[in-house]
Antibody
Framework: QITLKESGPTLVKPSQTLTLTCTFS??????????VGWIRQPPGKALEWLAL???????RYNPSLKKRLTITKDTYKDQVVLTLTNMDPVDTATYYC?????????????WGQGTLVTVSS | QSVLTQPPSVSAAPGQKVTISCAGS????????VSWYQQLPGTAPKLLIY???KRPSGIPDRFSGSKSGTSATLGITGLQTGDEADYYC???????????FGGGTKLTVL
């Protein structure tokens, strides 16, 4: 059974760097085809894809946020970490991590519960 | 402005059928698999349809997906009040090298 859970600060100040951790079980991000993505959703708004990392350490980023995003994986801890620099109030959102397998157009088949991050001074 | 275009809202009566469209381009929908996600109020999105028209285990056959050219469609038959949710289409965009989602469609079961 695949599960994922996001963790990190609930409140960050403008200009700070957000670091979120996705801790998962039921799969290994070193197994061929496996991967984890991050998606966010501002309150009352649509889903916005942020980044993904594949088993072979291939990384892809949302072009509009690429300069601010970094995604990494810790295979020993079964975790994927997302950092977003220079936080702004418009980055206030629920952040989700999700599992995918076998290709960039493969479905995000398991999702974490999400974590709400508020950006405010 | 989402890369994939969905109607903001649709509605129908219980027991009826509804379709939700998702319009894209040759860079995304036409040459890549489409997924659909259901997001019930206050919960995380849930995979509803993948590979254009396949249902994960546990998803009733009231839900169906199709694709033609640069557009995809989600169909829901035998509407229930529990189907009230936001629905999102998603796929890979080869030009952007990114996952893209539609803006979401709010389904109201009257």
């Amino acid at each position: 059974q695949i599960t994922l859970k996001e963790s990190g600060p609930t409140l960050v100040k403008p200009s700070q760097t957000l670091t979120l951790t996705c801790t998962f079980s039921g799969f290994s991000v070193t197994t061929s085809g496996e991967g984890v993505g991050w998606i966010r959703q501002p309150p009352g708004k649509a889903l916005e894809w942020l980044a993904l990392i594949s088993w072979n350490d291939d990384k892809r980023y949302n072009p509009s946020l690429k300069k601010r995003l970094t995604i990494t994986k810790d295979t020993y801890k079964d975790q994927v970490v997302l950092t977003l620099t220079n936080m702004d109030p418009v980055d206030t959102a629920t952040y989700y991590c999700a599992h995918f397998r076998d290709g960039y157009d493969s479905p995000l088949d398991y999702w974490g519960q999400g974590t709400l991050v508020t950006v405010s001074s | 402005q989402s890369v994939l275009t969905q109607p903001p809202s649709v509605s129908a009566a219980p027991g009826q059928k509804v379709t939700i469209s998702c319009a894209g381009s040759s860079f995304n929908i036409e040459h890549n698999y489409v997924s659909w996600y259901q997001q019930l109020p206050g919960t995380a999105p849930k995979l509803l349809i993948y590979d254009n028209n396949k249902r994960p285990s546990g998803i009733p056959d009231r839900f169906s997906g199709s694709k033609s050219g640069t557009s995809a469609t989600l169909g829901i038959t035998g509407l229930q009040t529990g189907d009230e949710a936001d629905y999102y289409c998603g796929t890979w965009d080869s030009s952007l090298s990114a996952v893209v989602f539609g803006g979401g469609t709010k389904l109201t079961v009257l």
